[in-house]
């Protein structure tokens, strides 16, 4: 009798009335993550096909990530707050449908520049849609052990974009590079008509932060300036001074104007959390190595080892399963031994990988490579899913699209940059193999010092 009472409890029309909307918002979270994620994962292995269609050198390649990533970035910090202030349904479906459109356009870009130009535009519009997903999840689901299982869900869709990108990419690159770009029309309007049948979002009226956007506008633009360009110029040439100085007052005006205006779009009082601190530096460092190593690799892979585009894709193919498959459970993990062993280990594997890759000779086989790289795919579910939920149990509510904005703000910065200094490293062709090793050296230390922050999280979630 209980059984069977049970089972009816389960099937109720008023649970399944609140249950389709909770689905229907995870699958649209996760297909909007998928789409964003997947968009930066395939083009690194396009790089050279599209170099061959529309010309330029490395620093050109390096815009073509970095325009996605640097607005993507640049964007986040007052998307997060717009997700809060119109609700995360309506940013989410403004910032999707923006990134479908600016898609199109990177497919049609007749020039290189117009290619990073329509990237800028992407990066605008997944800046407005990761935030607003996350907050779509937090507000579906307000049980803490139910919102932790949404969100290994939700971090599947970013590892299968992760591990479908490189292939894809190398795949389509095959017939055209712009293929990578059109794939995301069909994904987008399944995601847009999936959320057609979610609930609104609540919404919280602010207005907005032009100062504290501007100079964070400024800040990523000429830090990231700066560091690309220093690759063909040298860190003192003229006009890479300018754009690092403009970096340095930008941010420092960044600060003072969060400081002190009514309403700002970071307020800095969420950063009287440890957690908040320590999942921020986390999400920049773990980007460092993820988003980094596959930008060196791309290129590596094609340029010096001669594998085309498909073959570099299927390279990369062991790293992104494995961690796609381990995804699942990253959220059992956690409920068994908290979310501080998992964020650890993954860090270690992550800086581990990253060191091992930069001793090897340059005569190692690419399958041994391809195994080097594992460990790195296996960060990913452990690291991402527990800091992510730790971070969404550290806020209240009505915080949850700034606190998103401020920690994927972290992570975007940290890929940016990364392309950024490792590009500058790889600029000259006949260092690209010390450059390369630099590059992977300074991702191990980086990702070992987060580890070492990690070490601070709480060992069980609940735990003060």
């Not at 581990?352 to 990913?380: K, N, R």
């Not at 600029?427 to 450059?435: C, K, Q, R």
Request: some cysteine; glycine content about 10%.
């Amino acid at each position: 009798m209980s059984l069977t009472a049970s089972s009816h409890r389960s099937v109720t029309p008023g649970e399944a009335s609140a249950e389709r909307p909770a689905t229907s918002t995870l699958a649209a979270a996760v297909l909007g993550f998928f789409v964003i994620t997947l968009d930066a994962t395939i083009v690194n292995v396009a790089l050279p096909s599209i170099r061959d269609g529309l010309g330029g050198g490395i620093t050109g390649l390096q815009w073509v990530v970095d325009g996605y990533t640097l607005m993507f970035a640049a964007l986040l910090l007052s998307a997060g707050a717009l997700s809060d202030r119109i609700g995360a349904r309506r940013a989410f479906a403004a910032g999707l449908a923006l990134f479908v459109v600016a898609s199109v356009a990177c497919g049609l870009a007749p020039s290189l520049g117009a290619l990073v130009a329509a990237r800028f535009v992407q990066g605008a519009g997944a800046a407005v849609t990761m935030p607003a997903s996350m907050a779509l999840i937090r507000h579906a689901y307000p049980d803490a052990a139910k919102r932790a299982r949404a969100v290994a869900v939700w971090a599947m869709g970013g590892a299968v974009a992760a591990a479908a990108g490189p292939v894809l990419g190398g795949v389509l690159s095959l017939a055209s590079w712009r293929m990578i770009f059109y794939i995301n029309l069909p994904v987008g309007a399944v995601t847009l008509l999936l959320l057609a049948r979610t609930n609104p979002s609540p919404q919280h009226k602010v207005p907005f932060d032009w100062i504290g956007q501007v100079t964070a506008v400024l800040a990523m633009g000429g830090l990231t300036y700066g560091a690309i360009e220093s690759g063909a110029d040298g860190f003192t040439a003229p006009r890479v001074l300018v754009s690092l100085t403009i970096a340095v007052i930008s941010f420092a005006a960044f600060l003072t104007a969060q400081a002190r205006v009514a309403h700002p779009m970071v307020p800095l009082d969420m950063f009287r959390s440890r957690t908040m601190v320590i999942s921020v530096v986390i999400g920049f460092a773990f980007m460092v190595g993820f988003y980094g190593l596959p930008f060196l690799f791309s290129l590596y892979f094609q340029q010096g080892r001669g594998l085309s585009s498909a073959a570099a894709g299927v390279t990369f193919l062991p790293m992104m399963l494995l961690g796609a498959c381990l995804t699942p459970f990253a959220a059992r993990i956690v409920e068994r031994t908290g979310p501080r062993p998992p964020i650890v280990t993954g860090l270690v594997l992550l800086a581990a990988g990253s060191a091992a890759l930069s001793a090897v000779p340059a005569s190692t086989p690419i399958w041994a490579m391809a195994l080097l790289l594992i460990p790195v795919g296996l960060a990913g579910p452990l690291v991402m899913p527990p800091t992510t939920a730790v971070l969404l149990e550290s806020v209240p509510a009505r915080r949850a699209g700034t606190a998103s904005g401020v920690f994927n703000t972290s992570r975007q910065v940290g890929g940016a940059l990364a392309v950024a200094v490792f590009g500058a490293l790889l600029a000259t062709p006949s260092d690209f193999l010390h450059g390369l090793r630099t590059s992977l050296v300074i991702a191990a230390v980086v990702v070992l010092a987060a580890a070492a922050a990690g070490l601070m999280l709480r060992s069980r979630p609940g735990v003060r």
